[in-house]
């Protein structure tokens, strides 16, 4: 006979050969114990941690400076930290305690967090780029004796303190005992824009579900929400400038009221996250035109070839003429082209349509306080979008007038406006532009920020630095592109200074950061959030943390403990790292 096979053995040979639990999938790797994620510049650990014994660590400022925002933060993270430890605990039910290390006395408990403000701080403080985001955190250290203490100079330096704080708060299921690690940390971000992308035109994102990925994004030290409020598809902006242009949501209920916008920019500034709207021109507009007739391009179908646009949409107020007309393109051949029902991207011949432009655009910078504003400008040639330029007469007599032969010069014309209107705004804002609009030679401003999102980007952050323009990189952060799997490790292994040629540290430094993004066409509001995370904390390291912090081995057991520790803060994210438990 066999012996039996203890269950102490039997999980050492599961751990040893993972693979027999299931063929090809190893156990994830053991979760790290308090290790902050993103890695910190600087962390030196100490090994006596500090024990918690109750449900709550209160925080308390204790510097020359307070500020509602301060005491609002201090009630957030109590709350945060609170949360984790009863739900850690309850994977222990009934059990206390059992600190009895015979070799070493009783470990000190920590009562509570002394948060130290080096500055004044206050409602109208808003997020910006280049802002202050470092800290430094004395944990049972030497000077620091049994305490917890957290100095920044700024409200946001104390926000991602705050969050490594909390983090390093753990639960030991072996002694049933609540610690907090021991250590220094002295942190700061290496990019200054990092950003998440969500789009709520493909699917409508609600209000709940937006703020919590606006928590889960300072839980990442992200600092930049990239919305991508409308697009071909919906138009759920409530623009008080143009009122009906919101008729191209899916719904009446499906939109966002000032009310929501506010608040939502409201939530990310206590977060120390920037807001950053998006309203793509000239293609990506289909929804634009249900509300507002004559901002789009009416297509036509000439005799020469079928020139209509089968994905866009026809109009209840339009009725095609079925009269032929008399089209120009080139500025010299003339055909016959009938008015087929469909529409393009915006018109850029009418005068009208750079009135409403002003509108729309102005008060959306008053509205949103941040300084830049995204103008898209990307895809203009889908669906048709150039053919449908070309076979309009009234676009064909203006491009005459322009001496323009070509599509391409259209949209360097209407760039070149619109980039021009947004200068001229009164809250003078600055713009990124997805970088189709570099890619076709519009003119920009040398302080224009370009988003890059094609393949071959080492080359294109080459050529956009080069130019002098700065850039934030996207492209192998698109988290929509999901794979069966662990995936993380591709999006952890970019890095946004790996430019091609040969390149100078002040061309490199004009990167500045980069985004993840998720697009909307197969996530909602009942799988966005573990679509995207954790996930997303590959980027958010890679942007965070020092451009030597490569590891995927060492990263994978602390990004299992980020899991686990978003999973008790009570977010419905996805795994990691394959099969577990938390």
Sequence with gaps: MHAPVSAAALLALLVAAPGIVEAGFARAPAPTSGEPWPAPQ?????????????????????????????????????????????????????RECLDDDDEQPQRQQLQYIEVQLNSSCSDGQYPEFGMDESYQLYVNSPGATGRAILLADTIWGVYR?????????????RTACMWVRSAYVGDFPRFGHRGLHLDTARHYLSVDVIQQNIDLMAAHKYNVFHWHIVDDQAFPFNSSALPRLVQGAYRPDLTYSLKQVLGIIEYARQRGVRVIPEFDTPGHTTSWGVGEPGLLTACYRCSYGDSSISSVA?????????????????????????????????DPSQ???????????DEVTRLFPDRYVHLGGDEVQLHGGYDCWRDNPAVGDWMSRLNLTTPQQVEDAYMRRLLALVEALPARPEYVVWQDVFDHGVQLRPNTIVQVWKGAWPWELYRVTRAGHRAILSSCWYLDHVSYGVDWEKYYR????????????????????????MWGEYVDDSNVVPA??????????????????????????RLEEQRCRLVYRGF???????PGFC
């Design 532 to 557: 995207t995370w954790p996930r997303a904390a590959a980027p958010a390291e890679r942007l965070w943390s020092a451009k030597n912090v490569t590891s995927v081995a060492d990263a994978a057991p």
């Design 314 to 346: 026809t109009y209840p107020w339009y009725e095609p003429t079925q009269q032929p007309v008399t089209a120009a393109t080139t500025g010299a051949a003339r055909r016959e082209c009938f008015a087929d029902g469909t529409f393009g991207p915006i």
């Design 572 to 578: 419905a994210v996805e795994h990691s790292n394959g």
């Design 42 to 94: 600087t962390m030196q650990r100490y090994p006596e941690p500090l024990r918690v014994d109750g449900d709550q660590l209160s925080i308390v400022s204790t510097g020359q400076y307070e500020c509602e925002d301060l005491k609002r933060a201090a009630e957030r993270y109590e709350a945060v930290i609170t949360q984790f430890i009863r739900r850690s605990r309850a994977t222990a039910p009934g």
């Design 161 to 173: 303190g705050l969050e490594t704080m909390a983090q390093l708060v753990h639960f030991e299921y």
């Design 351 to 361: 005068e009208t349509t750079y009135a409403k432009l002003t509108a729309l655009l």
């Design 494 to 517: 970019c890095e946004p200074q790996d430019m091609a040629g040969s390149t100078s540290e002040e061309q490199r430094a004009l990167v500045i950061g980069g985004e993840a993004c």
